[in-house]
Protein backbone atom coordinates (compact mmCIF):
# COMPACT_ATOMS: atom_id res chain seq x y z
CA UNK A 1 0.00 0.00 0.00
CA UNK A 2 1.27 3.73 -0.65
CA UNK A 3 0.00 6.93 0.96
CA UNK A 4 -2.25 7.52 -2.44
CA UNK A 5 -3.96 3.92 -1.70
CA UNK A 6 -5.70 3.18 0.99
CA UNK A 7 -6.04 5.51 3.95
CA UNK A 8 -3.49 7.68 4.04
CA UNK A 9 -3.22 9.54 7.44
CA UNK A 10 -2.92 5.39 8.58
CA UNK A 11 -0.26 4.69 6.42
CA UNK A 12 1.46 7.74 6.83
CA UNK A 13 1.56 6.81 10.83
CA UNK A 14 2.61 3.37 9.94
CA UNK A 15 5.30 4.71 7.88
CA UNK A 16 6.66 7.30 10.71
CA UNK A 17 6.16 4.35 13.49
CA UNK A 18 8.57 2.28 11.59
CA UNK A 19 10.73 4.86 11.54
CA UNK A 20 10.15 6.18 7.87
CA UNK A 21 8.71 9.41 8.52
CA UNK A 22 10.80 11.17 5.53
CA UNK A 23 8.90 8.85 3.10
CA UNK A 24 5.57 9.87 4.71
CA UNK A 25 6.31 13.17 4.57
CA UNK A 26 7.09 13.38 0.75
CA UNK A 27 3.84 10.85 -0.06
CA UNK A 28 1.62 13.27 1.87
CA UNK A 29 3.09 16.76 0.36
CA UNK A 30 2.45 14.85 -3.03
CA UNK A 31 -1.06 14.21 -1.63
CA UNK A 32 -1.49 17.64 -0.79
CA UNK A 33 0.00 19.28 -3.47
CA UNK A 34 -2.96 17.39 -5.77
CA UNK A 35 -5.55 18.72 -3.97
CA UNK A 36 -6.09 15.37 -1.83
CA UNK A 37 -5.88 16.14 1.76
CA UNK A 38 -7.42 18.36 4.62
CA UNK A 39 -6.13 19.69 8.40
CA UNK A 40 -6.03 15.91 9.22
CA UNK A 41 -3.76 15.34 6.35
CA UNK A 42 -1.26 18.91 6.78
CA UNK A 43 -1.09 17.87 10.86
CA UNK A 44 0.01 14.70 9.92
CA UNK A 45 2.96 16.28 7.82
CA UNK A 46 3.94 18.13 10.61
CA UNK A 47 4.48 15.53 12.73
CA UNK A 48 6.04 13.19 9.99
CA UNK A 49 8.28 16.51 9.87
CA UNK A 50 9.05 16.53 13.02
CA UNK A 51 9.93 12.94 13.32
CA UNK A 52 11.97 13.32 10.14
CA UNK A 53 14.33 16.19 12.09
CA UNK A 54 13.24 18.72 9.91
CA UNK A 55 11.76 21.15 12.73
CA UNK A 56 12.34 24.36 10.14
CA UNK A 57 10.03 22.84 7.25
CA UNK A 58 7.47 21.62 10.38
CA UNK A 59 7.21 24.82 11.57
CA UNK A 60 6.50 26.11 8.11
CA UNK A 61 3.68 23.70 7.23
CA UNK A 62 2.05 24.00 10.66
CA UNK A 63 1.98 27.68 10.08
CA UNK A 64 0.18 27.59 6.93
CA UNK A 65 -2.05 24.93 8.18
CA UNK A 66 -3.14 27.28 11.04
CA UNK A 67 -3.83 30.15 8.29
CA UNK A 68 -6.30 27.77 6.79
CA UNK A 69 -7.57 26.41 10.14
CA UNK A 70 -7.27 28.97 12.71
CA UNK A 71 -9.93 27.67 15.08
CA UNK A 72 -9.34 23.80 14.48
CA UNK A 73 -8.13 22.92 17.78
CA UNK A 74 -5.50 20.06 16.79
CA UNK A 75 -4.13 22.22 14.09
CA UNK A 76 -3.07 24.92 16.77
CA UNK A 77 -1.69 22.49 19.08
CA UNK A 78 0.19 20.76 16.45
CA UNK A 79 1.55 24.66 15.65
CA UNK A 80 2.40 24.86 19.21
CA UNK A 81 4.49 21.55 19.00
CA UNK A 82 6.68 22.57 16.30
CA UNK A 83 7.45 25.87 17.89
CA UNK A 84 8.24 24.17 21.01
CA UNK A 85 10.65 22.06 19.08
CA UNK A 86 12.18 25.47 17.34
CA UNK A 87 12.35 26.64 20.63
CA UNK A 88 10.20 29.23 20.49
CA UNK A 89 8.92 29.09 23.93
CA UNK A 90 6.68 32.01 24.39
CA UNK A 91 4.73 31.73 21.06
CA UNK A 92 4.52 27.92 21.84
CA UNK A 93 2.98 28.83 24.97
CA UNK A 94 0.51 31.23 23.48
CA UNK A 95 -0.37 28.87 20.83
CA UNK A 96 -0.66 25.87 22.98
CA UNK A 97 -3.18 27.91 25.53
CA UNK A 98 -5.04 29.27 22.53
CA UNK A 99 -5.26 25.19 21.29
CA UNK A 100 -6.94 24.48 24.96
CA UNK A 101 -9.29 27.54 24.71
CA UNK A 102 -10.74 25.81 21.59
CA UNK A 103 -10.98 22.74 23.05
CA UNK A 104 -10.20 22.56 27.58
CA UNK A 105 -10.05 18.39 26.90
CA UNK A 106 -7.20 18.33 24.19
CA UNK A 107 -4.66 16.08 26.15
CA UNK A 108 -2.02 16.34 23.57
CA UNK A 109 -2.21 20.67 24.19
CA UNK A 110 -2.25 20.10 27.45
CA UNK A 111 1.39 17.90 27.65
CA UNK A 112 2.90 20.14 25.33
CA UNK A 113 2.06 23.29 27.61
CA UNK A 114 3.44 21.88 30.72
CA UNK A 115 6.39 21.04 28.95
CA UNK A 116 6.59 24.26 27.23
CA UNK A 117 6.82 25.68 30.77
CA UNK A 118 9.41 23.21 32.15
CA UNK A 119 11.26 24.38 29.12
CA UNK A 120 10.81 28.04 30.00
CA UNK A 121 12.02 27.64 33.66
CA UNK A 122 8.41 27.91 35.12
CA UNK A 123 7.95 24.12 36.86
CA UNK A 124 5.04 25.50 39.17
CA UNK A 125 3.22 26.90 35.60
CA UNK A 126 3.67 23.14 34.46
CA UNK A 127 2.33 21.49 37.51
CA UNK A 128 -0.95 23.77 36.89
CA UNK A 129 -1.48 22.93 33.85
CA UNK A 130 -3.07 19.56 35.23
CA UNK A 131 -1.28 17.16 33.23
CA UNK A 132 -1.32 13.28 33.63
CA UNK A 133 2.22 13.20 32.38
CA UNK A 134 3.70 11.52 35.46
CA UNK A 135 7.29 11.64 34.39
CA UNK A 136 6.66 15.05 33.81
CA UNK A 137 5.20 16.01 36.77
CA UNK A 138 7.97 14.09 38.97
CA UNK A 139 10.27 16.32 36.87
CA UNK A 140 8.67 19.28 37.83
CA UNK A 141 8.31 18.41 41.28
CA UNK A 142 12.03 17.89 41.52
CA UNK A 143 12.60 21.16 40.43
CA UNK A 144 10.65 23.10 42.83
CA UNK A 145 12.28 20.92 45.76
CA UNK A 146 16.14 21.25 44.28
CA UNK A 147 15.62 25.10 45.03
CA UNK A 148 17.74 26.16 41.95
CA UNK A 149 17.08 27.42 38.58
CA UNK A 150 16.38 24.37 35.93
CA UNK A 151 19.76 23.71 33.64
CA UNK A 152 17.91 23.21 30.55
CA UNK A 153 16.26 26.63 31.05
CA UNK A 154 19.29 28.30 31.92
CA UNK A 155 21.26 26.62 28.91
CA UNK A 156 18.31 27.77 26.72
CA UNK A 157 18.72 31.20 28.19
CA UNK A 158 21.88 32.08 27.56
CA UNK A 159 22.29 30.07 23.65
CA UNK A 160 19.47 32.97 22.89
CA UNK A 161 21.18 35.76 24.03
CA UNK A 162 24.75 34.50 23.08
CA UNK A 163 24.95 36.56 19.87
CA UNK A 164 24.31 40.10 21.65
CA UNK A 165 25.42 38.96 25.12
CA UNK A 166 28.39 41.38 25.78
CA UNK A 167 26.91 44.46 24.50
CA UNK A 168 22.87 43.25 26.70
CA UNK A 169 25.14 43.00 29.46
CA UNK A 170 27.56 45.68 29.48
CA UNK A 171 25.50 48.61 27.51
CA UNK A 172 21.97 47.69 28.83
CA UNK A 173 22.48 45.94 31.88
CA UNK A 174 25.38 47.81 33.13
CA UNK A 175 26.83 44.50 34.12
CA UNK A 176 29.97 45.47 36.77
CA UNK A 177 30.29 41.92 38.38
CA UNK A 178 33.92 41.28 36.90
CA UNK A 179 35.56 44.67 37.79
CA UNK A 180 33.53 44.49 41.48
CA UNK A 181 35.72 41.09 42.08
CA UNK A 182 38.90 42.29 40.66
CA UNK A 183 38.50 45.28 43.18
CA UNK A 184 37.79 42.77 45.94
CA UNK A 185 40.66 40.52 45.05
CA UNK A 186 42.82 43.40 45.22
CA UNK A 187 41.58 43.95 49.13
CA UNK A 188 41.45 40.35 49.96
CA UNK A 189 44.50 38.60 48.05
CA UNK A 190 46.77 42.03 47.38
CA UNK A 191 49.93 41.35 45.47
CA UNK A 192 48.82 37.79 44.00
CA UNK A 193 49.25 36.50 40.49
CA UNK A 194 50.30 33.63 38.69
CA UNK A 195 47.18 32.07 39.75
CA UNK A 196 45.43 28.84 38.78
CA UNK A 197 41.38 30.25 38.09
CA UNK A 198 38.39 27.94 37.69
CA UNK A 199 36.01 30.87 36.37
CA UNK A 200 32.18 29.11 36.98
CA UNK A 201 29.50 30.21 34.42
CA UNK A 202 31.84 31.38 32.24
CA UNK A 203 29.67 32.93 29.46
CA UNK A 204 31.68 34.53 26.91
CA UNK A 205 34.33 35.06 28.58
CA UNK A 206 33.91 38.48 30.46
CA UNK A 207 35.29 37.79 33.48
CA UNK A 208 38.05 36.07 32.23
CA UNK A 209 39.04 39.16 30.25
CA UNK A 210 39.24 41.07 33.76
CA UNK A 211 40.87 38.11 34.96
CA UNK A 212 43.53 37.19 32.81
CA UNK A 213 46.55 39.01 33.73
CA UNK A 214 46.28 37.38 37.18
CA UNK A 215 46.64 33.72 35.91
CA UNK A 216 48.81 31.43 34.84
CA UNK A 217 46.19 29.32 34.40
CA UNK A 218 42.60 29.94 33.52
CA UNK A 219 39.38 26.97 33.21
CA UNK A 220 36.14 27.98 32.38
CA UNK A 221 32.72 26.19 32.54
CA UNK A 222 29.29 27.05 31.41
CA UNK A 223 25.99 25.00 30.72
CA UNK A 224 25.63 27.04 27.31
CA UNK A 225 27.22 25.89 24.40
CA UNK A 226 26.62 28.57 22.55
CA UNK A 227 28.61 30.63 25.05
CA UNK A 228 31.52 28.37 25.54
CA UNK A 229 32.17 28.31 21.48
CA UNK A 230 32.08 32.64 21.90
CA UNK A 231 34.90 31.98 24.95
CA UNK A 232 36.86 30.00 23.11
CA UNK A 233 36.84 32.41 20.14
CA UNK A 234 38.43 35.38 22.87
CA UNK A 235 41.46 33.07 23.00
CA UNK A 236 41.76 33.63 27.01
CA UNK A 237 40.71 30.30 28.35
CA UNK A 238 43.09 26.84 28.59
CA UNK A 239 40.17 24.83 29.11
CA UNK A 240 36.82 25.28 28.61
CA UNK A 241 33.70 22.82 29.13
CA UNK A 242 30.04 22.73 28.61
CA UNK A 243 29.11 21.74 32.30
CA UNK A 244 26.53 21.82 35.18
CA UNK A 245 28.95 24.08 37.55
CA UNK A 246 27.52 21.83 40.86
CA UNK A 247 28.17 18.55 39.17
CA UNK A 248 31.43 19.89 37.91
CA UNK A 249 33.12 21.40 40.74
CA UNK A 250 31.85 18.17 42.73
CA UNK A 251 33.89 15.69 40.74
CA UNK A 252 37.49 15.10 40.92
CA UNK A 253 39.83 17.55 39.40
CA UNK A 254 42.51 20.15 39.98
CA UNK A 255 42.36 22.50 42.68
CA UNK A 256 42.51 26.27 42.10
CA UNK A 257 43.73 29.58 43.78
CA UNK A 258 41.15 31.42 43.07
CA UNK A 259 37.35 30.32 42.17
CA UNK A 260 35.35 32.70 40.16
CA UNK A 261 31.48 33.33 39.83
CA UNK A 262 30.72 37.00 38.81
CA UNK A 263 26.45 36.74 38.49
CA UNK A 264 26.43 32.88 38.53
CA UNK A 265 24.84 31.95 41.69
CA UNK A 266 21.97 34.06 40.99
CA UNK A 267 20.90 30.88 39.28
CA UNK A 268 21.16 28.62 42.78
CA UNK A 269 18.97 29.11 45.43
CA UNK A 270 20.48 26.51 48.45
CA UNK A 271 24.21 27.20 47.80
CA UNK A 272 25.78 24.55 50.37
CA UNK A 273 26.86 22.00 47.80
CA UNK A 274 28.27 24.83 45.57
CA UNK A 275 30.29 26.19 49.21
CA UNK A 276 31.20 22.73 49.91
CA UNK A 277 32.70 21.86 46.53
CA UNK A 278 34.54 24.30 46.40
CA UNK A 279 35.68 24.18 49.64
CA UNK A 280 37.65 20.83 48.03
CA UNK A 281 38.85 22.24 44.84
CA UNK A 282 40.18 25.50 46.22
CA UNK A 283 43.72 24.94 47.14
CA UNK A 284 45.19 26.13 50.41
CA UNK A 285 45.05 30.02 51.13
CA UNK A 286 42.49 29.98 47.93
CA UNK A 287 39.76 32.36 47.60
CA UNK A 288 36.41 31.73 46.31
CA UNK A 289 34.82 35.06 44.88
CA UNK A 290 31.15 35.61 43.75
CA UNK A 291 28.40 38.05 43.07
CA UNK A 292 25.12 37.55 44.25
CA UNK A 293 21.44 39.54 44.42
CA UNK A 294 20.44 40.92 48.20
CA UNK A 295 17.60 39.65 50.03
CA UNK A 296 16.76 40.43 53.28
CA UNK A 297 16.50 36.87 55.18
CA UNK A 298 17.79 33.20 53.49
CA UNK A 299 17.41 32.78 49.89
CA UNK A 300 14.36 33.70 48.12
CA UNK A 301 13.26 33.87 44.11
CA UNK A 302 12.77 36.94 42.58
CA UNK A 303 10.89 37.88 39.98
CA UNK A 304 13.56 37.82 37.57
CA UNK A 305 13.24 34.26 38.14
CA UNK A 306 17.07 34.96 39.68
CA UNK A 307 17.60 34.07 43.34
CA UNK A 308 18.69 36.39 46.19
CA UNK A 309 20.70 35.42 49.36
CA UNK A 310 20.97 37.29 52.63
CA UNK A 311 24.35 38.01 54.39
CA UNK A 312 23.45 35.99 57.31
CA UNK A 313 22.69 33.15 55.20
CA UNK A 314 26.20 33.66 53.30
CA UNK A 315 28.13 33.52 56.81
CA UNK A 316 26.15 31.14 57.97
CA UNK A 317 26.81 28.28 54.85
CA UNK A 318 30.33 29.55 54.32
CA UNK A 319 30.84 28.65 57.82
CA UNK A 320 29.55 24.95 57.17
CA UNK A 321 31.29 24.62 54.55
CA UNK A 322 34.63 25.20 56.69
CA UNK A 323 35.31 28.39 55.08
CA UNK A 324 36.25 31.78 56.42
CA UNK A 325 34.61 35.37 55.28
CA UNK A 326 37.58 36.97 53.84
CA UNK A 327 35.22 40.02 52.18
CA UNK A 328 31.51 40.91 52.31
CA UNK A 329 30.67 44.08 50.52
CA UNK A 330 27.44 45.80 49.35
CA UNK A 331 27.31 45.96 45.66
CA UNK A 332 25.19 46.20 42.57
CA UNK A 333 26.62 44.00 40.19
CA UNK A 334 23.65 45.25 37.37
CA UNK A 335 21.09 47.68 36.82
CA UNK A 336 17.67 46.18 36.06
CA UNK A 337 15.07 48.98 34.56
CA UNK A 338 17.97 51.97 35.13
CA UNK A 339 17.95 51.10 38.66
CA UNK A 340 21.07 49.56 40.48
CA UNK A 341 19.85 45.50 41.36
CA UNK A 342 21.33 45.39 44.92
CA UNK A 343 23.68 42.94 45.77
CA UNK A 344 26.91 41.74 47.84
CA UNK A 345 30.71 41.16 46.39
CA UNK A 346 31.98 38.15 48.80
CA UNK A 347 35.14 36.40 49.06
CA UNK A 348 35.62 33.21 50.90
CA UNK A 349 38.91 31.71 51.87
CA UNK A 350 40.05 28.16 52.70
Known amino acids: MTLLDGDPIEAAEALIASGRAAEAAQALRIRLAAGRGGALAQITLVKALMAAGDVPGALLEAREAASLHANLAPVVTMLGAALLAAEQLPTAIAELQRALRLDPDDACARHLLAQAWLAAGEAGKALETGTDDAALVAHAEAILAAQRSDPGYVRHLFDQFSTDYDQRMREHLHYAAPE????????????????????????TGLAGEVFKPLAARLDGIDLSPAMIARAKARGLYDYLAVADLETALAQEGPTYDLILAADTLVYLGDLAAVFQAAARRLAPDGFFLFTVEKAQDGFALGPKRRWRHSETYLRDTAQSAGLSVAGLLEAAPRRENNQPVEGFAVALMK
Do not use: K, Q, T, Y
Open 180 to 203: ILLGLAAMVMPGREDLSILDLGCG
